[in-house]
């Protein structure tokens, strides 16, 4: 098979890095099959996390189908080393980071010794605008550099397209 007839087989497939895109163009996004999936951003530097944003398009803007793609409920994980868990005080749900990695990948080196913890559940909602910030938890008083937002539903399609995710907080 040539490259011509490979693009034009996926032609409309849209790399995961489109969620840290700054432009939202509707039918560009990053999307999975199913109601929920998740997406893991490295961060630049270390940040003490304090808010995220999503960012959708207008609902008056786009059809039924790209509405009900949107995703609905959302975890915000934060990955930690774990000698910072006994100051969170147990009050964050806490997974390995092996729950959000493929089955055939190593950890990269940045995680090592990590997991993640629960810094947000967020409901996004399509008609509150096509930028949305979350607070996250105050209990987050350590820095990490890499994030998991993990989609739990969507609101109602058969596949979920994220447009873009940003993530604030301090150096």
Not at 36 to 49: A, E, F, K, R, S
Not at 105 to 117: L, M, N, T, W
Not at 142 to 168: F, L, P, Q
């Amino acid at each position: 098979m040539d490259k011509y007839e490979w693009d034009q087989k996926h032609q409309d497939f849209v790399p995961p890095q489109a969620v840290i895109e700054e432009t939202i163009r509707i039918g560009h996004c990053w999307s999975f099959a199913g109601s929920n999936g998740h997406i893991g951003i490295q961060l630049v530097t270390p940040i003490t996390l304090s808010q995220v944003t999503l960012y959708y398009p207008n609902a008056r803007q786009i059809l039924p189908k790209e509405l009900r793609q949107a995703p609905k409920n959302i975890l915000i994980w934060a990955l930690l080393q774990k000698e910072w868990l006994p100051m969170l005080g147990g009050e964050l749900p806490v997974r390995p980071m092996s729950d959000f990695m493929r089955k055939d990948r190593k950890a990269p080196s940045h995680g090592a010794g990590g997991v993640f913890v629960a810094v947000g559940s967020i409901a996004y909602r399509p008609e509150d605008g096509t930028k949305q910030v979350f607070t996250l938890s105050e209990l987050l008083a350590s820095k990490c550099n890499a994030i998991v937002m993990e989609v739990v539903d969507n609101w109602g399609g058969n596949e979920t397209c994220i447009y873009r995710i940003a993530v604030h907080g301090a150096e």
